[in-house]
């Protein structure tokens, strides 16, 4: 069998870091919409791209407790699966995971709920697909999305074309290492069936 290699110019490789820190934060941030925790804004890095974050209001209960806290999880599992679901980069879930586990803290069966969230994350994300992409694309364009710019896309009302560029940078995104260089996140072309992500 003959070693197939993905051959990235260096341009193409930060369009494909910037495409999946985008997707990734799409994906929370379209999730905090779906469960309507209400979403402030999205962000990425102006300079480190691999930088990204969205942010939610946190309503705390007068007892303490945070209100919500299975819909909080799920606005994090959506990174998870977005990662999972288009084969993003792996090394950003780790933390999601964890603020997973901490909005669950004070759940009972917490372990079967966690399960069930990611599960309905995983769904929620490959199901709008199209609605996360074009949420994405307009990150990638504009670094920050205001929550009801954000709103208006995922629900159709502002119109974003997808350009075809990043779909097919979607389509390489399996095939790819990553590497964090001084201007951020880079994918690197390497042989097909040599993934370390
Ligand atoms: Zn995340």
Redesign the pocket.
């Known amino acids: 069998m003959s070693k197939s290699k993905v051959e990235l110019d260096e341009e193409m490789g930060i369009y494909l870091g910037q495409i999946n820190t985008c997707i990734?934060?799409a994906?929370?941030g379209c999730g905090a919409l779906h469960v309507g925790v209400g979403l402030q804004y999205i962000e990425i890095g102006l300079d480190d791209i691999s930088f990204?974050?969205?942010m939610t209001p946190t309503q705390i209960l007068s007892d303490g407790r945070i209100a919500y806290p299975e819909r909080g999880a799920f606005v994090?599992a959506?990174?998870?699966a977005?990662?999972q679901v288009y084969h993003l980069r792996r090394g950003?879930?780790g933390?999601?995971l964890t603020?997973v586990r901490e909005w669950l803290a004070s759940i009972e069966d917490a372990d079967k709920i966690e399960r069930k969230i990611l599960w309905k994350a995983r769904t929620f994300v490959a199901k709008h697909k199209s609605r996360i992409f074009k949420v994405a694309h307009a990150l990638q364009d504009q670094r920050r999305l205001d929550g009801q710019t954000t709103d208006r896309i995922f629900r159709g009302t502002e119109e974003v074309i997808v350009p075809r560029r990043f779909l097919d940078a979607v389509g390489m995104m399996q095939s790819v290492r990553w590497v964090d260089t001084d201007v951020g996140l880079r994918a690197f072309k390497y042989p097909v069936g040599d993934s370390t992500n």
């Open positions: 990734h934060e994906a929370h990204g974050r969205v994090s959506c990174g998870i977005a990662a950003g879930t933390h999601d603020k």
